[in-house]
């Protein structure tokens, strides 16, 4: 890289710095050097609903990241002109080949040649920072192995009512005649009646406890008296 080349991405390079430098002063670090309650006037935000100023969450949430931006540029700015200070400026930091002129030029702040250039935009990098406190009781239970309620059960409760096309056949998507009240074979023997049939047994319970419920109810409002 000739002296003029170089001498232009530094000057390029500290213009960057003056204009970000005078942003963040200027907009007093994107509003965040005073209090989200002065800044929405507000005294307290422990007694409002979180709805209430869900807006003004956004925009606090956009200032932090935007000033976050500012801030990783500013310093990749400064170790860029660190290097061209040091004469070590415009080579790849890992094969320590010269960078093309042209990269630098559209990008003064590179740091790597093309071929190692890492990726910067990476999905699994990206996960949600929730999903390591989650333990093995909110992850997928939909294993065949898992023998409770999980999500097929949830899908077949919900097709009774219909799908995303009218095409479906609803029979076909869910099982109508899948035990209710229990879920391994040895716990429907508990509840069988004589002759060792279950069918409807869970049904009639269930029917009955809504029938006592509903009796106590007209008892308390005075429609009804115990015999």
């Known amino acids: ?66 000033q976050g931006v500012d801030k990783q540029h500013l310093n990749d700015i400064n170790r860029a002109l660190e290097r061209i200070e040091a004469g070590e400026y415009g080579s790849c930091k890992i094969c320590e080949k010269s960078i093309a002129t042209e990269r630098l030029e559209a990008f003064p702040t590179a740091v790597y040649c093309m071929d190692h250039q890492p990726t910067m935009h990476s999905s699994q990098k990206s996960r949600p920072v929730e999903e390591e406190l989650m333990d093995g ?45 229990y879920v391994d074979i040895v716990e429907g023997f508990s509840i069988t009646d004589a002759s060792g049939s279950s069918s409807g047994i869970t049904q009639i319970t269930h029917n009955e406890a809504y029938r006592l419920k509903d009796r106590e109810e007209r008892i308390q409002d005075g429609e009804d008296t115990l015999l």
């Not at 890289?1 to 000057?11: G, K, V």
């Not at 994107?30 to 005294?43: P, R």
């Open 1 to 66: 890289m000739n002296a003029e080349t170089l001498e232009r991405i530094y000057q390029e390079l500290w213009f960057q710095k003056k204009e970000i430098e005078a942003r963040i002063n200027q907009n007093e670090h994107y509003g965040l050097d005073q209090g989200m309650n002065s800044a929405i006037g507000e005294l307290s935000g422990y007694d409002n609903h979180p709805a209430d100023i869900g807006t003004e969450m956004f925009e606090r949430e956009k200032d932090i990241a935007l």
């Open 137 to 181: 009781n909110m992850r997928n239970r939909d294993q065949s192995s898992y023998n409770g309620y999980d999500g097929e059960d949830a899908w077949q409760e919900v097709s009774q009512y219909g799908t995303s096309t009218p095409l479906d056949h609803y029979v076909e998507v869910y099982i109508e005649h899948e035990h209710r009240g």
